[in-house]
């Protein structure tokens, strides 16, 4: 099985809309038109990261992690910020350490390989004995955790739907997932046992199109937002089992929504007002459209990604097709919530599907269509004291 990659998105011939769309499709290769595709692959273009002057914080890039030879889908650096997860299209996961810059763990599943749609490391804070553990989902269904440090399988759950998404709770406790069938599904991270299915009710509707991406918050455990193609982000009350409140208009075709604080952000995939803010104390929210120019000529660009730094809440990554780039904002200036940009991750040679942020706030990454991924380093600028005599 194998996704089909275009500039409008990953779609299926058939069925498209042209609008991200993301279908499994299975096709049988020769081993002549395996080594014809191997032969036509681009070379990655020039990276720059542009950081804009006079700015509190500057970007500069690290290094480059992978051989180029497949995309990546999901990004995560681990508790520890010493390793990166990379969930990949050929259905392997690729973990490297970030101090050698190689990679030390390949971890692949016994069956037949699909796509790795989401990765996430649960979070030291969860019971249990075993550190070092990643979940994963991936097309074909499969809900998949990890051991990185022996590469070893402990458990699968197989749900009848393909898998777009995944996201812990802060505490670790209870991981959801979402993706075709329009239902966030959520399970105790102990027992593994479904706990929830969200799917609204008649009074109050949830998903009526494939999600693509789902967040915990990280101030309330009850609270959950999943988006996707339907144009709703949904919060959910867990205990409630029911939407707690909607933001209309956004258009989800990736990891492209998180909450930080009060405010929801999200990332569509369209030419206008693709990166918003919204306050979620309102009754009705309405959006804060983050300004995003394209240089002249430029493709406009379509978020698949965009991310919050959850270490301080000050950054924010977003990245898509188009341009092929990605640009990190600052979001407060002080204690005023005044997005600025502070720079862009340019000329990737293929669209960035996925972004992160290190735990510690000091670094970040991007990767996507291109199969590598760039790591870049955040740093606080010198401030120049002026004096009056």
């Known amino acids: 099985f194998f996704f089909f990659q275009a500039e409008d998105g990953i779609r299926d011939v058939e069925r498209s ?40 914080y500057s970007c500069e890039k690290r290094c480059d992690l992978g051989d180029g030879k497949r ?29 050698s810059q190689k990679e030390t763990y390949l971890l692949q599943n016994p069956g037949e390989p699909m796509p790795i749609t989401s990765v996430r490391w649960r979070p030291h804070e969860a019971k ?116 707690k409140a909607k933001c209309i208009g956004p258009y989800i075709c990736g990891d492209s929504i998180d909450l930080i604080g009060n405010l929801l952000i999200t990332g569509s995939w369209r030419t206008e007002n693709q990166l918003e803010m919204w306050d979620m104390r309102e009754s009705k929210p309405t959006p804060i459209s983050i ?32 341009t092929n780039e990605a640009r990190m904002y600052n979001l407060f200036q002080d204690t005023n919530v005044t997005p600025t940009l502070l720079a862009t991750m340019k000329n990737m040679s293929r669209a960035c599907y996925t972004v992160d942020f290190s735990n510690q706030g000091d670094s970040c990454a991007i990767s996507g269509g291109d199969g590598l991924i760039r790591i870049i380093d955040i740093k606080k600028q010198e401030q120049m004291l002026i004096y009056s005599f």
């Open 17 to 56: 809309r042209g609008l991200g769309d993301v279908y499994k499709r299975q096709v049988t290769m020769t081993e002549h038109s395996k080594l014809e595709a191997n032969s036509s692959s681009e070379a990655p273009a020039e990276f720059k990261v542009e950081t804009i002057e006079g700015q509190q």
């Open 71 to 99: 995309e990546i889908f999901s990004i995560r650096f681990d508790p520890h910020d010493k390793h990166i997860a990379a969930g990949c299209g050929d259905g392997t996961i690729r973990i490297y350490h970030l101090g």
């Open 128 to 243: 249990g004995v075993s550190k070092n553990v990643l979940l994963s989902v991936n097309a074909a269904g499969q809900v998949q955790h990890w051991l990185s440090t022996s590469c070893k399988l402990l458990h699968t759950i197989v749900e009848s739907t393909m898998l777009c998404c995944a996201d812990f709770t802060i505490d670790g406790s209870m991981f959801g997932v979402g993706g075709d069938d329009k239902i966030v599904r959520l399970y105790d991270e102990v027992s593994k046992k479904q706990k929830a299915k969200l799917e609204g009710t008649i009074n109050s509707p949830g998903h009526t199109n494939r999600i693509f991406s789902i967040k915990f918050s990280k101030n309330d455990p009850n609270i959950v937002a999943s988006a996707g193609w339907d144009k709703n982000v949904i919060i959910w009350d867990i205990s409630a089992q029911e939407p």
């Open 291 to 322: 300004k995003w120019d394209n240089e002249p000529g430029a493709s406009p660009v379509k978020l698949y990604a965009c991310q919050a730094c959850q270490n301080n809440g000050k950054f924010l990554l977003a990245g898509g097709s188009g």
